[in-house]
């Protein structure tokens, strides 16, 4: 059975090899279903609803890039987005999060007919390569600053916005801690190593007394408070405009370059550089999006976490598939998350972050007109607490300079057309 619905034979792998494929990505990526419920939970959304909800949709994801794709390319709501979700939608702006939720669903809607019409080539290939590193690091500093702020070592300042807090105190201590094990960890390779720094921290934090221990198990939490909760008359006002992009926006470029990295690294990528089944893995992500939304998660996307079990051996959907269980069974750890600390999860945003910002160092430097809109667009994503400004900003600035440079041909149709676009909208609502 699992030989025709995955094509294993065809694949030269075997039931055996594509669940333990399986398995390690699952624990290279586990560290979400800790982490999403606390910073979705900073948006006043209830934990222990979005904990189910993180495992549902997660699930769900992985087995539509299962069936419909047939690759080994696992899905979860996305770090970096559900930050936005909570702190800039919902923190920032003063939205509800059903209203936010209603975004999501909104920008999977879109992200579905741009993946059925040519459209997406199109826009993907309009975006110069300097903005699109750009975004990627300005959502790792984004989500720097939030680890710092969850683990006290960046705390309000009126005089200077911003200052350390007490470095001695547990919570500074122990994700100090928490990062240095999670670095040595992933740097020698040990599988699972952030999901093992999160649960090391908690149990010496238990351990020493400075955490309540709500057990292991237990049945799933109720999902009910966010399933269907999504506001979509709300998504609809046109000061939300900018923050369906910005999810749209994320969501295509992140899961496209996943995408064709993980098709990369597993040798499923043509000579001629086309991805074979990457309309059905695009459509997988849009609709897993759409369905994050209903059942009450941020954003819904392929992880490139996916390339350890890639890595292991994974070749097919049946990968996928095995993470997607393992998500449902993980549905049953609720007391486990409950237990776990902000300060616990913030070196895991931490290392994310690390990882993100190495962008820049494929920006052209060289050229100011391009590396000048890259700094601009990945500084003010989280001096402004907002991807969807440091994007808006990213844009208006690349043409402008340009323009102001005689390089207007360097200016695709698109990105003079958004670039007018934000304009507009910060002149119509300021």
Same mark, same amino acid.
């Given at each position: 059975?699992?030989?025709?619905?995955?094509?294993? $034979?065809?694949?030269?792998?075997?039931?055996?090899?594509?669940?333990?494929?399986?398995?390690?990505?699952?624990?290279?990526?586990?560290?979400?279903?800790?982490?999403?419920?606390?910073?979705?939970?900073?948006?006043? %959304?209830?934990?222990?609803?979005?904990?189910?909800?993180?495992?549902?949709?997660?699930?769900?994801?992985?087995?539509?890039?299962?069936?419909?794709?047939?690759?080994?390319?696992?899905?979860?709501?996305? !770090?970096?987005?559900?930050?936005?979700?909570?702190?800039?939608?919902?923190?920032? %702006?003063?939205?509800?999060?059903?209203?936010?939720?209603?975004?999501?669903?909104?920008?999977?809607?879109?992200?579905?007919?741009?993946?059925?019409?040519?459209?997406?080539?199109?826009?993907?290939?309009?975006?110069?390569?300097?903005?699109?590193?750009?975004?990627?690091?300005?959502?790792?500093?984004?989500?720097?600053?939030?680890?710092?702020?969850?683990?006290?070592?960046?705390?309000?300042?009126?005089?200077?916005?911003?200052?350390?807090?007490?470095?001695? $105190?547990?919570?500074?201590?122990?994700?100090?801690?928490?990062?240095?094990?999670?670095?040595?960890?992933?740097?020698?390779?040990?599988?699972?190593?952030?999901?093992?720094?999160?649960?090391?921290?908690?149990?010496?934090?238990?351990?020493?007394?400075?955490?309540?221990?709500?057990?292991?198990?237990?049945?799933?939490?109720?999902?009910?408070?966010?399933?269907?909760? !999504?506001?979509?008359?709300?998504?609809?006002?046109?000061?939300?405009?900018?923050?369906?992009?910005?999810?749209?926006?994320?969501?295509?470029?992140?899961?496209?370059?996943?995408?064709?990295?993980?098709?990369?690294?597993?040798?499923?990528?043509?000579?001629?550089?086309?991805?074979?089944?990457?309309?059905?893995?695009?459509? $997988?992500?849009?609709?897993?999006?759409?369905?994050?939304?209903?059942?009450?998660?941020?954003?819904?996307?392929?992880?490139?976490?996916?390339?350890?079990?890639?890595?292991?051996?994974?070749?097919?959907?049946?990968?996928?598939?095995?993470?997607?269980?393992?998500?449902?069974?993980?549905?049953?750890?609720?007391?486990?998350?409950?237990?776990?600390?902000?300060?616990?999860?913030?070196?895991?945003?931490?290392?994310?972050?690390?990882?993100?910002?190495?962008?820049?160092?494929?920006?052209?430097?060289?050229?100011?007109?391009?590396?000048?809109?890259?700094?601009?667009?990945?500084?003010? !994503?989280?001096?402004?607490?907002?991807?969807?400004?440091?994007?808006?900003?990213?844009?208006?600035?690349?043409?402008?300079?340009?323009?102001?440079?005689?390089?207007?041909?360097?200016?695709?149709?698109?990105?003079?057309?958004?670039?007018?676009?934000?304009?507009?909208?910060?002149?119509?609502?300021?």
């Amino acid at each position: 059975m699992f030989d025709q619905l995955f094509k294993l $034979s065809e694949n030269k792998t075997t039931v055996k090899t594509e669940v333990v494929a399986g398995l390690t990505t699952f624990l290279t990526m586990a560290y979400i279903i800790f982490v999403n419920p606390q910073i979705l939970g900073m948006a006043k %959304m209830p934990a222990g609803a979005v904990f189910s909800a993180t495992c549902v949709a997660a699930a769900i994801g992985c087995f539509l890039m299962a069936f419909l794709a047939n690759y080994p390319i696992a899905l979860a709501p996305g !770090m970096g987005l559900n930050a936005y979700f909570a702190f800039g939608v919902v923190g920032g %702006m003063g939205y509800t999060w059903q209203v936010a939720l209603g975004c999501v669903f909104v920008s999977g809607v879109v992200f579905l007919i741009i993946s059925l019409l040519p459209l997406r080539e199109w826009i993907v290939n309009a975006i110069p390569k300097s903005l699109k590193m750009a975004i990627a690091a300005g959502i790792g500093l984004f989500l720097a600053l939030i680890a710092l702020k969850n683990a006290g070592i960046v705390v309000g300042n009126e005089a200077t916005l911003v200052a350390h807090g007490k470095l001695t $105190s547990w919570p500074v201590l122990m994700a100090v801690l928490g990062f240095a094990l999670i670095v040595a960890l992933e740097y020698r390779k040990i599988m699972g190593g952030v999901i093992i720094g999160i649960l090391a921290v908690t149990v010496v934090s238990i351990a020493a007394g400075q955490q309540k221990f709500g057990g292991i198990f237990s049945m799933p939490p109720d999902i009910g408070p966010v399933l269907f909760q !999504m506001d979509l008359a709300g998504a609809f006002k046109v000061g939300l405009v900018t923050v369906v992009f910005a999810f749209l926006f994320v969501d295509l470029f992140d899961n496209t370059g996943t995408l064709i990295a993980l098709a990369h690294r597993g040798g499923f990528m043509k000579p001629d550089g086309t991805v074979p089944r990457l309309r059905s893995a695009l459509i $997988s992500d849009s609709a897993a999006a759409m369905i994050g939304a209903i059942v009450g998660t941020s954003t819904t996307t392929s992880y490139i976490e996916s390339a350890s079990g890639i890595n292991a051996g994974g070749k097919t959907g049946l990968t996928a598939a095995t993470v997607g269980v393992l998500f449902l069974l993980a549905l049953f750890i609720s007391p486990l998350a409950g237990s776990i600390p902000a300060y616990a999860t913030a070196p895991a945003l931490f290392y994310v972050a690390c990882l993100m910002v190495r962008g820049l160092t494929e920006v052209e430097w060289e050229d100011l007109t391009e590396s000048a809109p890259a700094v601009i667009t990945a500084i003010t !994503m989280p001096f402004t607490f907002s991807i969807a400004e440091g994007i808006a900003f990213g844009f208006i600035s690349y043409a402008g300079i340009k323009l102001a440079a005689g390089r207007y041909r360097d200016i695709h149709p698109a990105v003079g057309i958004l670039a007018v676009l934000f304009v507009i909208k910060y002149v119509v609502i300021p």
